[in-house]
């Protein structure tokens, strides 16, 4: 297969392509939502949230996990919760919680603003990811605490053809983009070399079962880059047909893709 790099549909670096102008985007952060939640609330209790705490979400989504700190920290005004994209977070801005337009790459916050702060899915995708946890340290408060949570996979080689292969695509045609899958591998060592204290990791291992949730958001999301995919040269549209039919099918069971979330307190200066 070729490429056409100055063809329509073919990803440039620094796009963010996963938009939420796509009619299928609600479903699927819904069902994000629903496998990663358990983890980073895991997650969000082992750093300590609990009442009081000025809270920032980051690239919050349809904002399942800012909502769930507002219950935590008892009252919705704590939070923050920001994204380029505010188009899904109406009901949180309802509901009390601080909903503001932000991109974390350029926009800034004061010092010490946040006690906590959570992002899930977003510094994956970013090319500035190193750039952007550094600035994050400035905007805790000497004792916060950071919670970041991402999906974490460097190969599909366990998953069989054609979904292996479409997740392959997947992962590579975001890779034109920025977005590095492998990085959170590594967690918590972005935390550990940035002297965070307190840290703590945790993983998420679910399983691919045909027409199930989890093969439900995988198969959104190759649906969704299936364009970008086939202008990129990645697979072809019977790889993708193949691949969402083997989703659909109760038979079919192998490991998904994984997260982990690492959190830590904040560094002491000069550290
Ligand atoms: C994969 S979604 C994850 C949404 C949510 N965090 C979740 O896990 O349910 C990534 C989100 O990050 C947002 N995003 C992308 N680039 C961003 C940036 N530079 N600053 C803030 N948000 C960004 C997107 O608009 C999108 O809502």
Request: net charge negative; glycine share 10%.
């Amino acid at each position: 297969m070729t490429d056409d790099r100055n063809g329509p549909g073919f990803p440039e670096e620094g796009e963010y392509v996963l938009t939420q102008d796509w009619p299928g985007e609600a479903e699927r952060l819904a069902l994000l939502e629903a496998m990663v939640d358990p983890l980073c609330r895991r997650a969000l209790t082992a750093a300590g949230v609990r009442p009081g705490l000025r809270c920032l979400e980051f690239g919050a989504g349809s904002g399942s996990v800012a909502r769930w700190l507002a219950d935590r920290v008892g009252d919705p005004a704590l939070v923050t919760a920001t994204d380029v994209d505010l188009g899904l977070l109406g009901p949180l801005a309802a509901a009390g919680v601080t909903v503001r337009r932000h991109d974390v790459v350029v926009d800034d916050f004061p010092p010490g603003s946040f006690d906590l702060i959570h992002s899930r899915a977003v510094l994956e995708h970013l090319p500035a990811r190193e750039a952007v946890l550094d600035r994050l340290a400035g905007w805790l408060a000497p004792d916060g605490v950071l919670v970041v949570t991402d999906c974490a996979i460097d190969t599909t080689a366990a998953v069989p053809a054609p979904v292996g292969a479409a997740l392959q695509a997947w992962i590579e045609v975001l890779g034109i983009t920025g977005t590095d899958y492998a990085w959170a591998c590594g967690f918590p060592d972005p935390l550990v070399q940035r002297s965070y204290r307190d840290v703590g990791v945790e993983w998420l291992r679910p399983d691919l079962v045909g027409g199930g949730p989890v093969a439900r958001f995988w198969a959104l999301t190759v649906e969704r880059l299936r364009v970008r995919i086939v202008a990129a040269g990645l697979a072809d549209d019977a790889v993708v047909d193949a691949a969402l039919a083997r989703l659909a099918d109760a038979a079919f069971v192998a490991p998904a893709p994984a997260f982990v979330a690492t959190w830590g307190r904040r560094p002491v200066p000069g550290s």
